[in-house]
Nanobody
Framework: QVQLAESGGGSVQAGGSLRLSCAAS????????MAWFRQAPGKEREGVAA???????AVADSVKGRFTISKDSAKNTLDLQLNNLKPEDSGIYYC?????????????????????WGQGTQVTVSS
């Protein structure tokens, strides 16, 4: 079992920045992949950024150039730096993890391969 705990959400104005962090504990392995998903009210959950270390991370086109994902394998943490935030970035951001060998772009589009999910952290961007 893997437990995930997100932190760092909040409310900012458009153009502002936030940094989300996800701490993983439990049975993580070298094959554990992780990602950030988000869900806005009335919309489906969408992949934001994924990483299957040491492979190249994948970032959704809608946030490319603004969001950066990073993983600290020694600390078992996954961070997401959100810059130049827009109102459409608002939603609940979830950290997710699973085990296996997948390329990052596939993880971004396939939430069903993630076995473990955090409780989520709210991000609200006002115009």
């Amino acid at each position: 079992q893997v437990q995930l705990a997100e932190s760092g959400g909040g409310s900012v104005q458009a153009g502002g920045s936030l940094r989300l962090s996800c701490a993983a504990s439990g049975s993580t392995t070298s094959n554990t992949f992780m990602a950030w998903f988000r869900q806005a009210p009335g919309k489906e959950r969408e992949g934001v950024a994924a990483i299957n270390y040491p492979r190249t991370p994948a970032v959704a086109d809608s946030v490319k150039g603004r969001f950066t994902i990073s993983k600290d394998s020694a600390k078992n943490t996954l961070d997401l730096q959100l810059n130049n935030l827009k109102p459409e970035d608002s939603g609940i951001y979830y950290c997710a993890a699973g085990d296996g060998q997948y390329v990052s772009w596939y993880l971004l589009r396939t939430p069903n391969v993630f076995k473990y999910w955090g409780q989520g952290t709210q991000v609200t961007v006002s115009s």
